[in-house]
């Protein structure tokens, strides 16, 4: 079954704190891990798409991971600020080949950065 | 700026009426839009997919008959949740992919309506 786990579930830090999300998949036959940005009652924003041959890309403050052997990635935000209190999304997209790709999204990782 | 405009961002109906969101490509062709429905704490869950001129794709268990879905123009896809009730209340969420695009491309999603039936 294809699915996407993330932890911790929920995290609070202190503002200027970094900080690390860990993602775990099952998915097969993967084509992307992409990390978004959800404020409440907003849509997910894109921070980073990853494809099997990378290990590592940045987007600014955020630095994110993949492991394509173990099925890992990470995110990591470093000096956290205030506004990057959100939930963060580690969604999978399938292979499909052409245009059709499904994505299969975790739960998220709700993050409060407190002053 | 945001590509994906969805309109409204939030709604109140009563129990039995429809309610119509609409979310718009903005500044490119979207040949391919996704729509999503968000339970509070819960992940994003895909209910159908709908290319251009063409019929929608629903998700299992997804009721195409109370979920009607138009994607009538490159630019313009909605959703009516028709006789709403109050299970129905809930996060919806569009996306928007565009012509020509790679899987690898970006997937702009829309800013969410949050509907809620009295």
């Known amino acids: 079954k294809n699915q996407v786990e993330q932890s911790p579930q929920s995290l609070i830090i202190l503002e200027g704190k970094n900080c690390t999300l860990q993602?775990?998949?099952?998915?097969?036959?993967?084509?992307?891990l992409r990390w978004y940005k959800q404020d409440t009652g907003r849509g997910p924003v894109s921070l980073t798409i990853m494809t099997f041959s990378e290990n590592t890309k940045s987007n600014g403050r955020y630095t994110a991971t993949l492991d394509a052997d173990t099925k890992q990635s990470s995110l990591h935000i470093t000096a956290s600020q205030l506004s990057d209190s959100a939930s963060y999304i580690c969604v999978v997209m399938l292979n499909y080949g052409g245009s059709q790709g499904n994505l299969i999204f975790g739960k998220g990782t709700k993050l409060s950065v407190k002053p | 700026g945001a590509v994906v405009s969805q309109h409204p961002s939030w709604v109140i109906c009563k129990s039995g009426t429809s309610v119509k969101i609409e979310c718009r490509s903005l500044d490119f062709q979207a040949t391919t839009m996704f729509w999503y429905r968000q339970f509070p704490k819960q992940s994003l869950m895909l209910m159908a997919t709908?290319?251009?001129?063409?019929?929608?794709?629903?998700e299992q268990g997804v009721e195409k008959d109370k979920f009607l879905i138009n994607h009538a123009s490159l630019t313009l896809s909605t959703l009516t949740v028709t006789s709403a009730h109050p299970e129905d209340s809930s996060f919806y969420i569009c996306?928007?992919?565009?012509?020509?695009?790679?899987?690898?491309?970006?997937?702009?999603f829309g800013s969410g309506t949050q509907l809620s039936v009295l």
């Open positions: 709908s290319n251009e001129g063409s019929k929608a794709t629903y």
């Open positions: 993602c775990n998949y099952t998915v097969s036959p993967f084509s992307n």
């Open positions: 996306s928007a992919r565009g012509l020509g695009q790679q899987a690898s491309e970006k997937l702009f």
